[in-house]
């Protein structure tokens, strides 16, 4: 199958999902310099997918694609961070670990293909 456009990216389809999880989750939260940082960094997963997907190159595309997962990687931090701030309890951060696993597996493959069609 050939991805023409970056909403068929299903790496870019589950960071979406994703961050309005943890907006959702995070919506009543009173720190807003924890919420505020949480928040750009889930929508940066997203974001860089679809910004290096209309990058002239592969090349340009896996190194948005690296970036993305670097802001996967920030926000497991944060969930870390954030259950033991009382900010949400160890179900939920053990839901949304598992997640951004996901996302950022999906990112990889997607990475490892790019590469491959070069050689």
């Known amino acids: 199958m050939i991805i023409r456009k970056f909403e068929d990216v ?4 589950k ?3 994703f961050a ?7 919506k009543n939260i009173k720190d807003f310099g924890f919420k505020d940082q ?7 997963i997203s974001n860089n997918i679809a910004e290096g997907f209309d990058r002239c190159s592969d090349a340009d595309f896996a190194r948005f694609l690296y970036i993305a997962i670097g802001s996967c990687s920030e926000v497991k931090s944060m969930l870390y961070l954030a ?5 949400m309890n ?3 951060k053990a839901i949304a670990i598992e997640q951004a696993d996901e996302i950022s597996k999906i990112i990889r493959g ?4 790019l590469t491959l069609a070069k050689k």
Request: proline content about 0%.
């Open 90 to 92: 160890g179900e939920q």
């Open 83 to 87: 259950e033991r701030l009382g900010y």
């Open 10 to 13: 299903i790496a870019w389809q």
């Open 110 to 113: 997607l990475i490892k293909t």
């Open 20 to 26: 309005v999880t943890l907006y959702s989750i995070f």
């Open 38 to 44: 949480l928040n750009r960094a889930v929508v940066s």
């Open 15 to 17: 960071a979406q999902d």
